[in-house]
C-alpha cells in the first residue's frame, strides 16, 4: 500500500499518471489530503471508480486523539495521538498573542538518551512519516476550531534522526495548496546532530533551527546527552555558526536549568564565553521534573541570575514561560503514562 499522503506534488503527479489518470488529479487529491484533510470517500469531485481504485492501492496515514489534557491555567492542550499501528505520540497546542502555535513529534519515542526528557525512556520506537506530521497539525486544528500558524519540531524524537521525512514534511507543511505556514514561523528542535545540520544547513530554508545545548563542556554535557560523546561542544557551535552564514538566520540555543547542575553562575559565564560574538538567542528551560529521574527545575532565582550574568556578553537570553504547567507538560510524560496504565 502507498503512503499517498506524504507524496510532493510532483511525486502525485507521476504517481496518478501510472494509474491511468490525467496529471491534473494530482492537485485535486493534494489539496483533498493538505488543505482539507479527509479520506477517500471526502474526495467528492473525483470519480467513484477512481477513489475505490485510489483505497484499493494506497492509505493515509493519519493519527487519531486517543486523550487529551486542557490546561485550566492557560488553555494548552496536550495531545496524545494514536498511529495507525498502534504507536502513540505527542503534540501541545499553545496560544500566543502572535498565534498559535503547535509542538510536533517527528519519532514514536527517541534514542538519544538525554538524562532530563521522558521522551527517550523506552527507546525508539519508528520514525514517523510526512503525512503523520501534517496530520498532527490538521487534527489539532480541527479539535480546536482554531489555525496553527507556527509549527516547532521539539515534541517526541530526534528531527535530524528522521531527516528525510521532516525534510519532506518541511516542504509539504509550506505548500501553498496545502497548509502554508512560512518556513519562518517554524523551528526546528536538535540535540546537536552535526553533520545533518550541516546537510540541513545547505537546503537554505527559513527555519529557525534550535540547538539543544544544555551545557557549555564535553564533560558535564557528556553526563546528560550522550551524543556529546560523538560530537564536542566545538564542533557543534562551528556548525551552528555556519548554518548562520548560510541561512541568514540566527540560531536559538536551547539550555535546560537543572538545580545544582547546570544552572551555576560559573556555567553561565563558560557559556558566555564560548557564544560570545554570536548572534544567537539562549532559551533557558527550568527543566520539567519527571518521576524516572532525580533531576529538579532550577529556581527563578537561578534563572534570572543566569539570564544577568549572559547579558554581559551581549547575549540575549529568556527564561521560557512555562505553558500548561498543571497537565503532564513534559514531552513523552502523557505517552508514559498511558504504556504504564495499559501494561498494568
Same mark, same amino acid.
Given at each position: ?65 486517543a486523550a487529551k489534557q486542557v490546561s485550566k491555567i492557560d488553555g494548552t492542550v496536550k495531545y496524545l495521538f494514536k498511529l495507525y499501528d498502534g504507536e502513540y505520540i505527542e503534540s501541545v497546542f499553545m496560544r500566543y498573542h502572535h498565534g498559535n502555535t503547535l509542538c510536533i513529534s517527528t519519532q514514536a ?105 544544555? $551545557?557549555?563542556? !564535553?564533560?558535564?554535557? @557528556? ?8 560530537? &564536542? *561542544?566545538?564542533?557543534? +557551535? ?62 527563578? $532565582?537561578?534563572? !534570572?541570575?543566569?539570564? @544577568? ?8 537570553? &529568556? *527564561?521560557?514561560?512555562? +505553558? ?21
Amino acid at each position: 500500500m502507498t503512503d499517498i499522503k506524504s507524496m510532493l506534488p510532483e511525486e502525485l503527479s507521476a504517481f496518478v499518471a501510472e494509474l491511468g489518470q490525467p496529471k491534473y488529479r494530482a492537485d485535486q487529491i493534494f489539496k483533498w489530503l493538505h488543505a482539507v484533510g479527509t479520506d477517500f470517500d471526502g474526495m467528492t469531485d473525483l470519480p467513484k471508480a477512481f477513489r475505490d481504485k485510489l483505497g484499493e492501492n494506497c492509505f493515509i496515514p493519519d493519527v487519531t486523539v486517543a486523550a487529551k489534557q486542557v490546561s485550566k491555567i492557560d488553555g494548552t492542550v496536550k495531545y496524545l495521538f494514536k498511529l495507525y499501528d498502534g504507536e502513540y505520540i505527542e503534540s501541545v497546542f499553545m496560544r500566543y498573542h502572535h498565534g498559535n502555535t503547535l509542538c510536533i513529534s517527528t519519532q514514536a519515542g527517541c534514542r538519544m538518551g538525554c538524562k532530563f526528557c521522558a521522551s527517550t525512556l523506552n527507546g525508539l520506537k519508528r520514525n514517523l512519516l510526512p503525512a503523520e506530521m501534517i496530520s498532527q497539525i490538521q487534527d489539532a486544528q480541527k479539535d480546536t476550531g482554531e489555525r496553527v500558524t507556527g509549527v516547532v519540531l521539539m515534541g517526541m524524537g530526534e528531527p535530524l534522526d528522521n531527516y528525510d521525512n521532516v525534510l519532506k514534511f518541511l516542504r509539504l507543511v509550506n505548500h501553498p495548496k496545502g497548509l502554508n505556514i512560512g518556513h519562518r514561523h517554524i523551528s526546528l528542535s536538535t540535540c546537536g546532530l552535526v553533520d545533518n545540520i550541516r546537510r540541513l544547513a545547505e537546503e537554505k530554508m527559513q527555519i529557525t533551527l534550535s540547538v539543544s545545548l544544555h $551545557a557549555p563542556n !564535553d564533560e558535564l554535557r @557528556k553526563s546528560i546527552m550522550p551524543i556529546a560523546n560523538k560530537y &564536542t *561542544v566545538s564542533q557543534l +557551535l562551528e556548525a551552528c555558526r555556519d548554518y548562520e552564514k548560510i541561512t541568514g538566520r540566527r540560531t536559538s540555543f536551547e539550555y535546560a536549568l537543572i538545580s545544582g547542575v547546570t544552572d551555576t553562575k560559573e556555567l553561565a559565564t563558560e557559556l558566555g564565553k564560548k557564544l560570545k560574538g554570536s548572534l544567537c538567542h539562549v532559551n533557558l528551560i527550568p527543566i520539567n521534573e519527571i518521576k524516572e529521574r532525580s533531576y529538579v527545575g532550577a529556581s527563578r $532565582a537561578a534563572a !534570572d541570575a543566569f539570564v @544577568k550574568v549572559l547579558s554581559t556578553f551581549g547575549i540575549t537570553a &529568556t *527564561v521560557r514561560r512555562k +505553558l500548561g504547567s498543571d497537565i503532564s507538560a513534559a514531552c513523552g510524560q502523557l505517552r508514559d503514562e498511558h504504556e504504564s496504565l495499559v501494561e498494568q
